[in-house]
């Protein structure tokens, strides 16, 4: 699933971004899920979660505070974002390379459906995106769920509880082993940190003095055997050194 922000001071501008993107992913038959934000300053009001967004579509004059700055202050959020500007302007590229932005789109109607449709398309080709599903039984009924919409799944009193990045309150449960269910989401970037817990790699901030602090707020706890594997698993996902 494609999680995607647009924001954008300009109705008109923000409406069509938004008509044009789902246009494309409709097209594709892509899994998505597009916010509206009016301001930088509301973007950045979500805090850590912003590091659902796969890609931001972002103007650059925008009231309170620019996108340039916006950016600056989503990149120390996350540096796996696909940031892309669209403006009128194209005196910012030097600003856009120090905040790692994959593309500038110029507010001409006349092009902006070819220029989207063709950033999306790198964008998609960068993420080497493959759609995980899965159908689950649960006590709630069947449901086929999108692995990246799974934030972490908890085992509790012989019941597995799969929480959902899509509301904090959504919430599946079903009679499983959590080794089955390991072993099922291990190659979608899940990590197993305690006996009782497995996580996505997506949505984890950071892995520091036994625990693991997700991009929702929650605080897991990782059992001591598995501290080391979980810290390996986080770096080479992330990609660093």
Same mark, same amino acid.
């Given at each position: 699933m494609f999680y @995607?922000?647009?924001?954008?001071d300009e109705e008109y501008f923000?409406? &069509? *971004? *938004?008509?044009?993107? @789902?246009? #494309?992913m409709e097209a594709k038959g892509y899994h998505y899920k597009i916010e509206i934000f009016d301001l930088g300053s509301e973007l950045l009001n979500l805090g850590n979660a912003i590091s659902k967004f796969d890609m931001i579509f972002l103007d650059i004059n925008m009231k309170e505070i620019d996108g340039i700055e916006t950016a600056k202050r989503i990149r120390r959020v996350t540096k796996d974002t $696909?940031?892309?500007?669209?403006?009128?302007?194209v005196t910012y590229a030097l600003e856009g390379y120090k905040? %790692?932005?994959?593309? #500038?789109?110029?507010?001409e109607d006349e092009y902006l459906e070819k220029a989207i449709y063709e950033c999306l398309n790198t964008i998609v080709y960068?993420?080497? $995106? *493959?759609? $995980?599903?899965?159908?689950? =039984?649960?006590q709630e009924g069947i449901v086929e769920l999108y692995y990246? %919409? @799974?934030? #972490?799944? =908890?085992?509790?009193?012989?019941?597995? @509880?799969?929480?959902?990045? +899509?509301?904090? +309150? %959504?919430?599946? +449960? +079903?009679?499983?082993?959590?080794d089955i269910i390991d072993e099922l989401l291990r190659e979608a970037g899940f990590c &197993?940190?305690?006996?009782s817990y497995l996580v996505n790699l997506k949505y984890v901030e950071s892995i520091e003095r036994y625990k693991v602090r997700l991009s929702n707020g929650d605080c897991l706890g990782i059992s001591k055997s598995r501290y080391l594997d979980a810290r390996n698993e986080f770096v080479c996902y992330r990609g660093e050194i």
């Open positions: @995607i922000a647009v924001c954008d923000r409406t &069509r *971004e *938004e008509q044009l993107i @789902i246009k #494309y $696909y940031i892309v500007f669209v403006t009128a302007f905040v %790692d932005a994959v593309r #500038y789109l110029l507010k960068k993420m080497n $995106y *493959e759609e $995980y599903k899965h159908t689950f =039984e649960f990246e %919409d @799974i934030l #972490y799944v =908890e085992s509790n009193l012989h019941k597995l @509880i799969f929480h959902m990045v +899509t509301n904090d +309150t %959504d919430r599946y +449960t +079903t009679y499983e082993k959590l &197993r940190i305690h006996k």
